[in-house]
């Protein structure tokens, strides 16, 4: 059954580093999106991408946040100038685009800014 | 972003049991609503989308209710395996294209 697949599982970073999470969505999905979740709390959606910009964004997706699509398989997101508050699971998602809406989750990059 | 409200729990259910949680959410004009299962510290995982005739995969139903504004998840003869948090998610449509989630109900399955 095709995943989602996101890499590194865990990522550490020192405050006011960038960081790039990656994603490689399911392959014949055309609809991208972040969310994240802080420990405890629940998930909250980023950012979704379609054809190549940006389609909605949440008031957590800042300026210190950008997605690409560098290529045709992998999604990622950056952050420029990670705070302490960054610190959580980011999962990426894709759907199909035709049909239910249904959206599938990778595994997650568990950040920690330290 | 409107609001998604779930009982957080725990609910203790002994093995066999039937458990049913509902989920209310603000938004009258959302449109599609799902659930998800959500292990400790992995992705929420699709465990259905509720359709407004209401739907049934396997030991799970799930409904919505339009007028009052829930969905529900039934589980019956509840597995060990069950025991997780389950996680209420609508799409509110109109533009947005994000899930709004609730925090999720915390299931505990008790031999």
């Known amino acids: 059954e095709p995943e989602v697949t996101q890499t590194p599982s865990h990522q550490v970073t020192q405050m006011g580093q960038e960081v790039i999470l990656r994603c490689v969505p399911i392959?014949?999905?055309?609809?991208f999106y972040w969310y994240r979740q802080i420990l405890g709390q629940k998930v909250e959606f980023l950012v979704s991408f379609y054809n190549n910009e940006i389609s909605e964004k949440s008031e957590i997706f800042d300026d210190q946040f950008s997605v690409e699509r560098p290529d045709g398989s992998n999604f990622t997101l950056k952050i420029r100038s990670t705070k302490l508050e960054d610190s959580a699971m980011y999962f990426c998602a894709s759907r199909a685009g035709t049909g239910p809406y249904e959206q599938y989750f990778g595994p997650g990059t568990r950040l920690t800014v330290t | 972003r409107k609001e998604v409200e779930q009982d957080p729990g725990p609910f203790n259910v002994p093995e066999g049991a039937t458990v049913a949680f509902n989920c209310t959410y603000s938004?009258?004009?959302?449109?599609?609503f799902f659930w998800y299962r959500q292990d400790c510290r992995k992705e929420p995982k699709l465990l259905m989308s509720v359709y407004s005739s209401g739907n049934e995969d396997g030991r799970f139903t799930a409904q919505l209710n339009r007028a009052s504004q829930y969905i529900s998840l039934l589980i019956r003869d509840s597995k060990l395996s069950d025991s997780a948090t389950y996680l209420c998610?609508?799409?509110?449509?109109?533009?947005?294209?994000?899930?709004?989630f609730g925090k999720g109900t915390h299931l505990i399955i008790q031999p």
């Open positions: 938004n009258s004009a959302s449109q599609s």
């Open positions: 998610a609508v799409h509110s449509g109109g533009g947005a294209d994000g899930l709004t």
């Open positions: 392959s014949n999905h055309l609809y």
